[in-house]
């Protein structure tokens, strides 16, 4: 069974950086996709990022996009999520999952990822 592991998480102050990692135990196809996707309490799960495992095509969202980059590392079995210049707006549980071949037309739909990690809590104070 694959399972997805995050970690990085951590509480900080607007304006720092965070790392995060989900790690999978299974195996790795260069076309498929990993998501990012983040809870903020009260609210639905979000889109963040994603990446193919090749690392050739990337998403994100509108709101992070000019500050997380995501890149993936297949001897690692990793998928990173580095995030710079954090708001609190970014406060939330961040989950990353695995899905099917990537397209940019459905990488932000949480309904096509099938495997999910615990996630990983951010909080961002002002």
């Known amino acids: 069974q694959v399972q997805l592991v995050e970690s990085g998480g951590g509480s900080v102050q607007a304006g720092a950086s965070l790392r995060l990692s989900c790690r999978t135990s299974g195996r790795t196809f260069a076309r498929n996709s990993v998501g990012w996707f983040r809870q903020a309490p009260g609210k639905a799960r979000q889109f963040v990022s994603a990446?193919?495992?090749?690392?050739?095509?990337?998403k994100y969202a509108d709101s992070v996009k000019d500050r997380f980059t995501i890149t993936a590392d297949n001897a690692k079995n990793t998928v990173y999520l580095q995030m710079s210049d954090l708001k609190p707006e970014d406060t939330a549980l961040y989950y990353c999952a695995t899905g099917p071949v990537f397209d940019q037309r459905t990488a932000d739909d949480k309904r096509i990822y099938n495997v999910w990690g615990q996630g990983t809590q951010v909080t961002v104070s002002s």
């Open positions: 990446i193919t495992w090749s690392g050739l095509y990337r």
